[in-house]
């Protein structure tokens, strides 16, 4: 028997009762936590604890995860597309980024729930790393979680504005155009980690935006679709970057 608040029940009848209690779930289809923000805390700690090894490995980390497209594609370090997300070149670096990504990460997370909202960062991240991949010069390292906040900037437009919410969108848009500016103004940036983060968390939204009105057809689409989409992306990129560096006669990179 169990103990209950109303006496005792048989573990059968508690498993009875238990399959017809409702899950609270957002307008998303994301599931309902008392800590809607708990991915983006544990984002937010695994940049800052990967940064503190960065600092401490006197350059090591960043010599094995950065993403340097020569080392992609001669040496088959394709972790490096995903690594580099997590690695950062400076404390002022870090702190915009987590900055940005624990003010925009709560209220994503909370709309679309925890799995999409980690799978929303990852391919915001993946695809900033292809197009940088595919576009920029192999021979310069690329590093930070930009194209992933890029990503959070995007989807929150984009569920913002098929929400209704002109005003926020509004705002979002804004926001987006000033940081574009500064993408494109300011030199060492990644301006193909930025963009490629930026389609590919605009990719998810929409696909989430789409499944929930239930204009995907009759069966709806579940998120993966987007990852599988943007992946894809990066795959195509990342072809085309690789016929291109045989005939710019790079080489290999030593071991």
Not at 86 to 96: K, Y
Not at 128 to 145: E, H, Q, T, V
């Amino acid at each position: 028997m169990v103990d209950a608040s109303v006496g005792f029940q048989c573990p059968d009848c508690v498993r009875e009762g238990n399959r017809d209690i409702r899950v609270g779930r957002t307008l998303s289809g994301g599931v309902i936590h008392r800590d809607p923000a708990l991915v983006t805390k544990i984002l937010v700690g695994l940049n800052v604890a990967v940064y503190v090894l960065q600092y401490l490995s006197d350059g090591a980390v960043n010599e094995r995860f950065e993403m340097i497209g020569l080392r992609v594609a001669f040496e088959n370090d394709n972790y490096r597309l995903l690594s580099a997300a997590f690695l950062h070149a400076s404390i002022l670096h870090i702190a915009l980024n987590m900055y940005a990504l624990y003010l925009f990460g709560p209220p994503v997370e909370a709309s679309i729930g925890r799995v999409r909202f980690a799978a929303l960062y990852l391919v915001s991240a993946l695809g900033g790393s292809a197009l940088s991949y595919a576009f920029a010069n192999p021979l310069i390292p690329s590093l930070g979680a930009s194209g992933a906040v890029f990503g959070l900037f995007a989807a929150a437009f984009v569920i913002a504005r098929g929400r209704g919410m002109s005003e926020i969108a509004s705002q979002l848009g804004f926001l987006i155009i000033i940081n574009l500016a500064f993408t494109f103004g300011v030199s060492n940036i990644s301006i193909g980690g930025h963009l490629g983060g930026l389609i590919g968390g605009a990719v998810c939204a929409l696909v989430i935006l789409a499944r929930d009105r239930g204009t995907l057809g009759s069966r709806r689409v579940p998120v993966e679709v987007a990852t599988i989409a943007v992946i894809g992306l990066a795959c195509g990129l990342a072809a085309v970057m690789l016929a291109q560096l045989p005939q710019q006669g790079l080489v290999p990179l030593g071991v």
